[in-house]
């Protein structure tokens, strides 16, 4: 009876009678195919486009080998086809080459291995319709993938969600939840601002200080001759000191940057002559709002989004 093989391995089975004075080197070698399907590493050399993967019968062959270590220079994507197409067979891959490694045993399915990655895969030597699977498909050893996707952060920058113990509901709100409650903001509390790159906690009482020195301007005190336009230059209440050397003055205020709620401060410093306010939208006068005679210092007016409202203060 003439010798077989073991289908997946091609490990040499004597048959009855035979190899009479030879059984001892058959079965050394047979122990080296063993030994190789166990712990064997091979490396080999790629090139071109297309490779053959082989494990022969009762000899020591590439294909045989429980780990590959691949190299060379492939000038494509190189297809690697594991023969015969009817063996089992369990690889741990290492792709050490420039380019995309397709492993191929038939038609049912084949496994890519990126420049640069591990893989285990194995196929089912079903024959024709063969399939290569990927045992690691959800984890790549050379970078993270869940899902197939790979995960592009370093170790340094998922290193930052190192003691990060937001609940869901707060992620939410810095992903735009637009679900608003009413929770009152007191003097301590936090708001967070991007300080020119860096993302930074101040408290509101931080922030309301430095509303309130910059909700109004005061501009430069103006000495009136003719009729002057006072022009805020943002959406802010404006303080203005005006001096009245003679005569009847008019000070026009512009509304075009003004917003419903912002006031205007009139700071008549001279005890002499008159003043008239009026204001106008795109240089158009709107109305008059208030004439100041001698003996009047202040003239606040608020604004209501059209018009103003103004009313004297102070007497001299």
């Not at 071109?48 to 020591?60: A, P, V």
């Not at 690697?80 to 490694?101: A, C, R």
């Not at 191929?104 to 290569?132: L, P, R």
């Given at each position: 009876?003439?010798?077989?093989?073991?289908?997946?391995s091609?490990?040499e089975?004597i048959?009855?009678?035979?190899?009479?004075?030879?059984?001892g080197?058959?079965?050394?070698?047979?122990?080296?195919?063993?030994?190789?399907a166990?712990?064997?590493?091979?490396?080999?050399?790629?090139s071109?486009?297309?490779?053959n993967l082989?494990?022969?019968?009762?000899?020591?062959?590439?294909?045989?080998?429980?780990?590959?270590?691949?190299?060379g220079?492939p000038?494509?994507?190189?297809t690697?086809?594991?023969l015969?197409?009817?063996?089992d067979?369990?690889?741990?891959?290492?792709?050490?080459?420039n380019?995309?490694?397709?492993?191929?045993?038939?038609?049912g399915g084949?496994v890519?291995?990126?420049?640069?990655?591990?893989?285990?895969i194995?196929a089912?030597?079903?024959?024709?319709?063969?399939?290569?699977?990927?045992?690691?498909?959800?984890?790549?050893?050379?970078s993270l993938?869940?899902?197939?996707?790979a995960?592009t952060?370093?170790?340094a920058e998922?290193?930052?969600?190192?003691?990060?113990?937001?609940t869901t509901?707060?992620l939410n709100?810095?992903?735009?939840?637009t679900?608003?409650?009413t929770?009152?903001?007191a003097?301590?509390d936090?708001i967070?601002?991007?300080d020119?790159?860096?993302m930074?906690?101040?408290?509101?009482?931080t922030f309301?200080t430095?509303?309130?020195?910059?909700?109004?301007?005061?501009p430069?005190?103006?000495?009136l001759s003719?009729?002057t336009?006072?022009?805020p230059?943002?959406?802010?209440?404006?303080?203005?000191?005006?001096?009245?050397?003679?005569?009847?003055?008019t000070?026009?205020?512009?509304?075009?940057?003004?917003?419903a709620?912002?006031?205007?401060i009139?700071?008549?410093?001279s005890?002499?002559?008159?003043?008239?306010?009026?204001w106008?939208?795109?240089s158009a006068?709107?109305?008059?709002?208030?004439?100041?005679?001698?003996?009047?210092?202040?003239a606040?007016?608020l604004f209501?989004?059209?018009s103003?409202?103004?009313v004297?203060?102070?007497?001299?």
């Amino acid at each position: 009876m003439a010798s077989t093989y073991t289908a997946n391995s091609g490990i040499e089975k004597i048959g009855a009678g035979e190899q009479a004075g030879a059984w001892g080197t058959t079965t050394n070698n047979n122990f080296d195919i063993i030994d190789k399907a166990i712990n064997g590493v091979e490396a080999i050399s790629l090139s071109g486009t297309t490779t053959n993967l082989t494990t022969s019968d009762g000899t020591l062959s590439e294909g045989g080998n429980k780990v590959l270590v691949l190299g060379g220079s492939p000038s494509g994507t190189n297809t690697i086809s594991i023969l015969p197409n009817d063996q089992d067979k369990v690889y741990i891959v290492e792709n050490g080459t420039n380019q995309t490694v397709t492993f191929t045993q038939g038609s049912g399915g084949n496994v890519s291995i990126v420049a640069g990655s591990k893989k285990i895969i194995f196929a089912d030597g079903a024959g024709s319709s063969a399939k290569v699977t990927d045992v690691t498909d959800a984890l790549d050893l050379s970078s993270l993938r869940i899902g197939g996707t790979a995960v592009t952060s370093t170790a340094a920058e998922l290193n930052k969600l190192d003691g990060v113990n937001s609940t869901t509901t707060e992620l939410n709100i810095v992903d735009g939840d637009t679900s608003i409650g009413t929770t009152a903001v007191a003097d301590g509390d936090g708001i967070v601002t991007n300080d020119g790159g860096t993302m930074q906690q101040t408290t509101a009482a931080t922030f309301s200080t430095y509303f309130n020195a910059n909700a109004f301007s005061a501009p430069t005190a103006l000495s009136l001759s003719g009729t002057t336009t006072l022009t805020p230059s943002a959406a802010q209440s404006i303080y203005q000191r005006v001096t009245v050397a003679s005569g009847s003055q008019t000070l026009r205020v512009a509304i075009t940057n003004l917003i419903a709620g912002q006031y205007v401060i009139i700071d008549k410093t001279s005890s002499a002559n008159s003043l008239t306010i009026d204001w106008n939208n795109n240089s158009a006068v709107t109305s008059q709002g208030i004439t100041l005679g001698s003996s009047v210092e202040f003239a606040i007016g608020l604004f209501n989004g059209s018009s103003f409202s103004f009313v004297e203060t102070v007497k001299f």
